[in-house]
């Protein structure tokens, strides 16, 4: 396996956990200072839509990185 495929790997993994995130709201990571800045920046809906955004682009990197 070269790096380039783990690269991608991750990325569909981190993709992944960021949608997951957005969507399950686990409290133990949902009440966190960053993610709780971004809630009063962008509103709750804002913020699950911007997680969900960075979600999907990393899944599609990942996908672009292992069909290359």
């Not at 992944?16 to 399950?24: D, R």
């Not at 699950?48 to 990393?58: E, H, L, T, Y």
Request: hydrophobic share 60%; glycine share 10%.
């Amino acid at each position: 396996m070269d790096t380039l495929t783990l690269i991608a790997y991750l990325l569909i993994l981190y993709g992944v956990l960021v949608l997951y995130v957005a969507f399950a709201k686990p409290k133990a990571i949902w009440q966190l200072g960053k993610i709780q800045g971004f809630v009063q920046l962008l509103s709750e809906r804002g913020t699950v839509i911007f997680f969900s955004i960075v979600g999907i682009a990393a899944i599609i990197g990942g996908i672009l990185f292992l069909v290359r």
